[in-house]
């Protein structure tokens, strides 16, 4: 049976149709839109009116395709911006009502659980190493860690592409000062966030969601984007130094051409390249594999209901 899964996230507005039996989910639709509905959130703590008219016109086109292929269960998934609102519930009931939707405003917890689930799903379960799962939104970051299929630490921080480019990149291109500002307020909050105890036992790294598959897809140079060829791809670290002094020492205009970049993703991929970075920095990893296997896979194994006939 078919089923839907709509991610509402800080930055993007993401689709999965998809083709569920039991645990296995086989994929039949994937859409991605730059919507930032988190756009001032971090500052006014509303979702602004703007801001959710542009998630409401890309759903008008996610509610034809679902209609279209069928779907048994559609759900959506609600992250950061969201949940940091005082307008949000408001928000998920326009979800519901309009586009028939039913809502989920996850908790920190759950986002690492789902996330964590879509990450490890291609993984042998039986395989011990200590992984660190990253994705990057718009207004938070979660890092999940664990073993296997089993997730053993995890944290939802306030750190994002959309809350931190709103926070310190005020010129274009950005300033010296403003990089390292980033730098400081993501390196604080990281290392807050985890335990040096838990840190040191990640072995391998897995990052998710538009920051990572853009670095992926920058690194290669795709055009146009390829998912076979970003699933799998490691990003090291000279490979991050190198690919942000590039984006960085351009202007908007500029860095909305390069190769792999989606030109909607231009505006904070600074940002979202400096998280990444700091995130290697902080667990010790020389490179870290990159994944389209993210939270709308996790959410449709888990989320979309019982559809045994």
């Known amino acids: 049976m078919n089923v839907a899964v709509v991610d509402i996230g800080s930055n993007s507005t993401r689709l999965l149709i998809a083709e569920r039996s039991g645990d296995a989910v086989a994929e039949l639709v994937r859409h991605s839109n730059v919507t930032r509905l988190g756009a001032g959130v971090d500052r006014s703590g509303r979702l602004a009116e703007d801001a959710m008219e542009r998630v409401y016109a890309v759903l008008d086109g996610y509610r034809d395709e679902i209609d279209a292929h069928e779907c048994r269960s559609a759900v959506a998934v609600l992250t950061s911006a969201v949940r940091d609102s005082e307008n949000g519930p408001e928000f998920a009931a326009t979800i519901r009502e309009r586009y028939g939707l039913e809502p989920h405003v996850l908790s920190g917890e759950e986002e690492a659980q789902l996330t964590y689930l879509g990450a490890t799903s291609q993984r042998d379960p039986g395989d011990r190493t200590r992984t660190l799962v990253l994705d990057i939104g718009g207004g938070s970051t979660e890092l ?8 053993r630490f995890h944290v939802s921080t306030q750190a994002g592409v959309v809350r931190q480019s709103e926070r310190h990149l005020h010129h274009d291109p950005p300033t010296a000062n403003e990089l390292k500002a980033v730098v400081a ?7 807050d966030a985890v335990p040096a105890v838990e840190r040191e036992r990640v072995r391998h790294g897995i990052a998710v969601a538009g920051t990572a598959t853009s670095l992926a897809a920058i690194a290669q140079a795709l055009e146009p984007y390829d998912p076979d060829r970003v699933e799998g791809y490691r990003v090291t ?7 942000l ?15 792999g970049l989606h030109p909607d993703r231009a505006p904070t991929i600074v940002a979202g390249v400096l998280i990444f970075r700091e995130a290697l920095r902080l667990f010790g990893l020389r490179e870290i594999e990159v994944s389209e296997h993210d939270i709308l896979l996790g959410a449709a194994r888990q989320l979309t209901g019982d559809l045994d006939e």
């Not at 307020?185 to 290392?191: C, F, H, K, N, T």
């Not at 960085?248 to 051409?257: N, P, Y």
């Open 185 to 191: 307020d993501v390196a604080a909050i990281l290392s």
């Open 245 to 259: 002094a590039r984006l960085a020492a351009m202007t908007l205009a500029q860095r909305r051409d390069v190769a």
């Open 237 to 243: 670290r000279d490979e991050c130094d190198e690919i």
């Open 144 to 151: 999940v860690i664990g073993e296997g299929g089993s997730m």
